[in-house]
């Protein structure tokens, strides 16, 4: 079966960290670029991080640079979201995505229907 299943989503204090994980299963991630999305109750998916197959180019969004890391882990068939000094505004469901596709710069985090599969998401939840 074809899935990408995150975990590692909890309930933390600001302040803290969390490291969620992106698992693939039926298929290789390695040939797929990943992105992490998230949505806020109320608020519009929107991009955090993305990487490329070969972990050369990374993005983040403005919000969470120096805060988070995404890394991959091709031969367990695993992306990565590290999470540190999390914020009350980083609570939301966050997804991983793959895509086929290269999507150059920003438009990893635009073009959302280029993205092949999506993960059901996890729950991170900052209490201030």
């Known amino acids: 079966q074809v899935q990408l299943v995150e975990s590692g989503g909890d309930v933390v204090q600001s302040g803290g960290s969390l490291r969620l994980s992106c698992a693939a299963s039926?298929?290789?991630?390695?040939?797929?670029?990943v992105a992490w999305f998230r949505q806020a109750p109320g608020k519009e998916r929107e991009g955090v991080s993305c990487?490329?197959?070969?972990?050369?180019?990374?993005r983040y969004t403005d919000s969470v640079k120096g805060r988070f890391i995404i890394s991959r882990d091709n031969a367990n068939n695993r992306v990565y979201l590290q999470m540190t000094d999390l914020e009350p505004e980083d609570t939301a469901v966050y997804f991983c995505?793959?895509?086929?596709?290269?999507?150059?710069?920003?438009?990893?985090?635009?073009?959302?229907?280029?993205?092949?599969?999506w993960g059901q998401g996890t729950q991170v939840t900052v209490s201030s």
């Open positions: 995505a793959a895509t086929s596709h290269v999507l150059v710069g920003s438009l990893c985090f635009v073009l959302t229907d280029r993205y092949d599969y």
């Open positions: 990487v490329t197959r070969d972990v050369t180019k990374t």
């Open positions: 039926g298929f290789s991630l390695a040939s797929f670029e």
